[in-house]
């Protein structure tokens, strides 16, 4: 068989799919959140969670290996479980967990976007910039897969070298101080922060539902996986550095939303602000772009297996379109209604279950996956701690919101 398949994925683009997936509402808008709980330990933090990250992504390109479709984690969670009541629930908590995700993205987008804007127009204008993105973005999702792969090659391309340069330069300006082990939190705080903060990696599972879209799956597949994984976790650690080194915690905080653009401040100046923002829009807007791509398929596999409306299933063009429309217009109200950062600690506890629940399958299929079966219980394990400690920091912050 050629390989030059029409409209078959290479690696590089599966791998874009994957980082564009993780990068994009990762670092943006959880960076204040691990600074408030690690402190200088936050380069340690996004580690911890890249493990789990990693470990997770062992079983992912395991079962995709041995399970090829576009249904990815449904597929997996079907032929373990079965299709019933507990499986269908998972199946749909991914699909909302999907929209919830893409709502943090597309406000993401809009309030970075909002900053160029005049300060009379920015409450306005952000809801503006997070309607275009998410339409804007849909439409290109009607497109054909190569044409995806392709946009996220670019889209992520751009994005990594803005970041590769805030590192680069900001390197240089760390204060030791800052990011040495006396400014660390307490060791169970760090930790905690490390799996309050997993949603950063979350994206890598979207790999999975291009198992249909790509050339040579055996060897694609487990090299998209492992090389996403590890680069992003690489960059979030040094991207943390570099933020940490150069701003005190308490400027970084008060940041939230920008706080990465805050930190480009000390060496960059206003430019580096700006350039930060810009990066900022494209990671986001990357990010809506390979988890739109992954929610039509999920939708539609779902509603295949009766488990959602029927209308989910329609092709237009050969593409899953009505669940792409309906996941884009269920995002929009999201996005542009709910208080995003409880919606967001949601999102990812959904997560976190269904990974916990992948591992599990992993782990049971371990003889026909070639599997180190001890390795997937450890990453199931390791996924239940992960939102044991999403639980704990809730019940710890929410009487304070009260």
Not at 76 to 94: E, H, I, Q, Y
Request: aromatic share 10%.
């Amino acid at each position: 068989m050629s390989a030059a398949s029409d409209g078959k994925m290479g690696l590089w683009a599966v791998v874009a799919i994957g980082v564009g997936g993780m990068v994009g509402g990762g670092i943006f808008a959880v960076l204040g959140l691990a600074v408030q709980l690690a402190h200088g330990g936050t380069p340690v933090a996004f580690a911890l969670a890249g493990m789990v990250a990693l470990l997770t992504a062992y079983s992912y390109a395991k079962l995709s290996v041995a399970y090829p479709s576009r249904g990815g984690t449904v597929v997996f969670l079907d032929r373990t479980f079965g299709a019933g009541m507990s499986t269908g629930s998972l199946n749909v908590l991914l699909w909302l967990s999907y929209v919830v995700m893409l709502s943090l993205y597309a406000f993401a987008f809009g309030s970075y976007g909002a900053t160029f804007l005049p300060q009379a127009w920015q409450g306005m204008g952000r809801h503006v910039l997070i309607s275009l993105a998410v339409i804007a973005i849909a439409g290109i999702n009607l497109l054909n897969a190569e044409l995806i792969g392709k946009a996220e090659i670019w889209i992520v391309g751009l994005k990594l070298a803005i970041l590769l340069l805030f590192v680069g330069v900001g390197f240089f300006g760390i204060n030791a101080s800052q990011i040495a082990p006396a400014s660390w939190s307490p060791p169970l705080q760090l930790a905690t922060g490390g799996m309050i903060i997993f949603l950063a990696y979350e994206g890598f599972e979207l790999i999975a539902n291009t198992a249909k879209d790509v050339r040579d799956v055996a060897k694609t597949l487990p090299r998209a996986y492992y090389t996403a994984v590890g680069f992003v976790i690489a960059l979030y650690v040094l991207v943390a550095l570099v933020t940490v080194g150069n701003l005190p915690v308490d400027k970084i905080v008060a940041a939230k939303d920008f706080a990465l653009a805050e930190a480009a401040r000390p060496f960059l100046g206003q430019a580096g602000f700006t350039l930060i923002a810009v990066a900022a829009m494209l990671s986001t807007a990357s990010a809506i772009n390979a988890t739109l791509y992954g929610a039509a398929r999920l939708s539609y596999s779902i509603a295949r297996d009766g488990e959602l409306p029927a209308e989910l299933e329609r092709k237009v063009w050969g593409q899953p379109a009505e669940g792409l429309l309906i996941s884009a217009g269920l995002t929009l109200i999201v996005a542009n209604v709910f208080d995003l950062t409880s919606i967001a600690t949601l999102g990812s506890g959904g997560f976190l279950l269904i990974f916990a629940a992948v591992n599990a399958a992993n782990a049971s299929h371990a003889r026909h996956t070639h599997s180190r079966g001890w390795l997937s219980v450890a990453g199931a394990f390791a996924c239940l701690l992960a939102l044991a400690a999403l639980i704990w920091q809730t019940a710890q912050t929410a009487p304070r919101k009260l």
